[in-house]
């Protein structure tokens, strides 16, 4: 086997010198996941320049059997893009692929590489006069080929769907490096099986998506937003379902959040509380259209038949891009709030919408006794059944000796997330962190066709080894 040494010589006579290195300081940054959870090794980082470059890795490495960990802007939370301790692995990043092909406003559409930020994409759309409506906190950094390899989801699945929804086509290198030009626009097209969706959501293991066609919607002339103080979860349930059936696909978002969450940014992050009395429960609403006018009226009925049910305690609509940006700032910041409180032990399920009252209930209560004092976190995206079903430490607890329990309060969340007929991974995929966990959630059935496609596509099993399966 070849040292490392050899090893970035061969790749940086595929990518070139500045692209393929082995020096510890410069690898840093790739062989971490933000929050810390995973620090792992790696024989060296090569950042390639094209597709032909990708294919040219791959091939090599294929044929030597060497390890590789696709990753785009290390901002997963399952630890899918961070090599293992071994120090015997590839790390692929897809950030120099960051062109921006084409954007087609015709056809509603646009073609993007891997490494292009969720943010610049955004942003392309919105100079054609279009949406590109994949929303996520980490969106400034966050690349299309992440956000792809991991389905992800974010505030406006509701209207959208995932990204599984906004894709028409895929680039993809396979791992012997064969490459599948699937760039297609087309919104029809029964020829065989629909391939790109084996890569979406695959995490890395069975291809390396390098560029996308991503569908376009027309942009908002109109949005409104509203922040409204709840008495329980069952009267978030009423609201949707009364948005849903006066404003239909206009909503695109609506948020759960608890009042710890409210307190959580107010007191580290710099925001203000939305309404001048507290509620148990808060529920933030937007609804947009491509129209400009009569979102305003919509949503005042809405809130106005709420009030008069005891749905909604109080509301407020935000009146300026100042007003809304602060609203939406309340729930954008709850995560990186939590850390201020201590440890968090943190879930990412989905259930069905009725269920999700109840839940929250017979959830907390089950946390409760199973670990007193302890401060559950549920919220998030209800509006289309996707909680963070997170766990605060109680007050004065060690944070190690709290986190030392996460397995158990893993058993209690994923537990009762199985009974109501949900799942263990909404939007942020399996990783490593939940890879132990899917043989226990995940039909036997569903399990071997995942593996034969596995062998398939990747026999030697070079793709990002320990993930997922």
């Given at each position: ?146 956000n792809l390899g991991s389905n992800a989801g974010g505030t406006a699945v509701l209207a959208y769907g995932n990204a599984r929804d906004l894709v028409l086509g895929l680039e993809v290198v396979l791992a012997d490096g064969r490459v599948w030009h699937g760039l297609g626009k087309l919104r029809k097209d029964n020829t065989g099986y629909d391939l790109k969706n ?272």
């Amino acid at each position: 086997m070849l040292d490392a040494a050899a090893v970035v010589a061969q790749l940086a006579a595929i990518v070139g010198e500045k692209y393929a290195f082995a020096d510890p300081e410069a690898m840093a940054p790739y062989l971490v996941e933000w929050r810390g959870l995973y620090r792992g090794k790696a024989l060296c980082v090569v950042r390639p320049g094209s597709v032909e470059e990708v294919s040219r890795v791959l091939t090599l490495a294929n044929m030597q059997g060497r390890k590789v960990i696709p990753q785009g802007g290390n901002t997963g939370l399952v630890g899918a893009q961070v090599p293992h301790e071994s120090g015997d692995e590839i790390v692929l990043s897809l950030n120099r692929m960051d062109r921006i092909r084409e954007v087609d406003p015709l056809s509603d559409t646009m073609v993007v590489e891997a490494g292009v930020t969720l943010l610049r994409a955004q942003e392309a759309a919105e100079g054609a006069d279009r949406l590109f409506p994949l929303s996520l906190a980490s969106e400034g950094t966050c690349t299309i080929g992440g956000n792809l390899g991991s389905n992800a989801g974010g505030t406006a699945v509701l209207a959208y769907g995932n990204a599984r929804d906004l894709v028409l086509g895929l680039e993809v290198v396979l791992a012997d490096g064969r490459v599948w030009h699937g760039l297609g626009k087309l919104r029809k097209d029964n020829t065989g099986y629909d391939l790109k969706n084996l890569f979406i959501g695959a995490e890395g293991t069975l291809g390396v998506i390098t560029a996308a066609v991503l569908k376009l919607f027309p942009r908002p002339r109109q949005m409104v937003t509203a922040m409204c103080g709840l008495p329980t979860p069952a009267a978030a349930l009423s609201l949707l379902g009364r948005a849903k059936a006066v404003a239909g696909n206009n909503v695109t978002t609506f948020e759960l959040v608890p009042r710890l969450g409210i307190e959580m940014s107010v007191n580290y992050m710099g925001c203000r509380d939305p309404l001048q009395g507290q509620h148990p429960w808060y529920a933030l609403v937007e609804l947009s259209s491509a129209r400009d006018e009569g979102l305003e009226g919509a949503l005042e009925e809405i809130l106005g038949a709420a009030m008069e049910a005891g749905e909604v305690e109080d509301a407020v609509i935000a009146t300026s891009l100042d007003q809304r940006n602060a609203l939406w700032k309340l729930r954008e910041t709850l995560s990186e709030a939590q850390g201020f409180e201590g440890g968090s032990v943190k879930h990412d399920i989905a259930l069905p919408l009725a269920c999700i009252p109840q839940f929250i209930e017979e959830c907390n209560a089950a946390l409760e006794q199973a670990m007193p004092g302890c401060r559950p976190l549920p919220f998030g995206h209800m509006g289309d059944g996707n909680l963070h079903y997170n766990v605060t430490q109680p007050v004065g607890m060690d944070k190690q000796a709290f986190l030392a329990r996460w397995d158990e309060l893993n058993r209690v969340v994923h537990g009762l997330t199985a009974r109501y007929g949900g799942s263990i991974s909404a939007e942020h995929g399996i990783g490593r962190l939940k890879r132990h966990l899917l043989a226990e959630v995940k039909d036997p059935v569903a399990l071997e066709m995942m593996r034969a496609i596995k062998a398939t596509l990747d026999p030697k099993g070079i793709l990002n080894p320990g993930k997922v399966l």
